[in-house]
């Protein structure tokens, strides 16, 4: 049996997998021909730079404006791994701590808030009430949010998204509402709501809390609907990140080429966060960034619409139940924008059980006291199940959220897990 048919059979059986997609091809022939460019990331990082004095007023917690996330190594979590699973990893093992990113606490803090304020920029200038060398800081005045008020900005989300978007949409004054799915943690809701967000509550999946928001916005001019499925603001926002972690590796003394490759692991739910991710490493590092996408067992959107070349897959169709406690990767149908953009990029996919979720995020407190989400976890397994590297090359580990996860929660993943590991 050809071996996508036999990964396919094993997609629907909701069984772990590991897919290298062999329709990759070098970077740069998918990188000339795609509409996005390098230039829009450098224009997405100089927005974010602009913005970098509201930013430091509004959110006193970040550094000076700049919301960005550790890279560490992770020396005895590596141990632990290889003790564990019996296997030797090659190469440094790294941890990218999105879990730590001030603010949003979560990956989608690097696209809402982006597109977010790209949008409030926007409509300042129309207004001519704000100019690009202004100091920034003055959207922290009262006028401003008075202005902005008239305005309102929805998103639908499992989650994360909509605390991004909630949060800074929030601190410039919009009116905000967000579409829930049923997957979204109820400690989320009452999170945002804390925050004067206005939270919808769907009982369907992802998919649908999109189409309500998309709908309630439409034919609205006050109205902004920010579209996970489809955004390329949101798209650019997750790139960026690949810009500062350049510099970051840097800073370490690692350098990228064929011979010390960089293999970067990122969960996944529609593909928007790991796919600007991708988009942006690739235009970096060319083919020694090796990206690979990690989805659960139970709601493998990206990976199904990449084996049946439909980017419109829903997983319900294919009798899978997209049910997983990573509820930020619970998304029943893949972004279209990132199945037409990543297609020949990607090195490939691999999913993963709950209980292994489970089992990395209790390993990974016990070894580098680090507290993460579930669906965070997801990123761990990646030296295990995918290529192997050289000594002298670099896994990362992309730990996508987890800083507002309540002690409590987060406490009853953690004895789930250390039962599962044994
Ligand atoms: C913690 C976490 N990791 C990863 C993702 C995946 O991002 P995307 O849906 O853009 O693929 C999400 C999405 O909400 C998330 O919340």
Known sequence: ?????????????????????????????PLKKLPVTFLHIQEA????????????????????????????????????????????????????CDSELKVAGSIKARGGIYEVLKHAEDLAFQAKILSITDNYSVLCNES???????????????????????????????????????????WKKDFLRKHGVTVIEHTEDYSRAVEEGRRQCAGDPRAYFIDDENSVDL?????????????????????ICEDTPLQVYLPCGVGGAPGGITFGLKHLFGDAARCYFVEPTHSPSVLLGMLKNDDSVRVVDYGIDGLTEADGLAVGSP????????????????????????????????????????SAAASLKGPLVTQDIPSGGTHIAWLTGGLFLPE???????????????
């Open 144 to 186: 401003f949010r008075n202005f902005f008020s008239q305005y309102k900005i929805s998103v639908g989300s499992t989650g994360n998204l909509g605390m991004s978007i909630g949060i800074v949409s929030a601190a410039l004054g919009f009116q905000v509402s967000v579409h829930m799915s049923r997957d979204a943690k109820q």
């Open 1 to 29: 049996m050809p071996e996508t048919t036999q990964i396919l059979q094993d997609v629907l059986q909701m069984k772990p997998v590991t897919w290298f997609n062999e329709e990759k091809e070098k970077s740069a022939d």
């Open 335 to 374: 972004s279209k924008l990132v199945m037409g953009l990543e297609r020949y990029l990607i090195d490939g996919i691999y999913t993963i059980e709950d209980d292994d979720l489970y089992r990395l995020l209790a390993l990974l407190r016990d070894s580098e006291d680090c507290k993460i989400e579930p």
């Open 408 to 422: 409590n929660i987060f406490r009853e993943c953690y004895e789930k897990g250390k039962e599962l590991l044994g």
């Open 235 to 255: 798209f650019l926002g997750y790139a960026v990140a690949a810009l500062r972690l350049q510099t970051q590796l840097e800073s370490l003394g690692i350098h």
């Open 45 to 96: 990082q100089a927005r974010l730079q602009r913005f970098a004095p509201f930013l430091k007023e509004a959110f006193p917690e970040t550094e000076n404006g700049v919301i960005e996330s550790p890279l560490r190594e992770a020396h005895s979590f590596k141990k632990n791994m290889e003790n564990y699973y019996g296997r030797k990893i090659e190469g440094r093992f790294l941890l990218k």
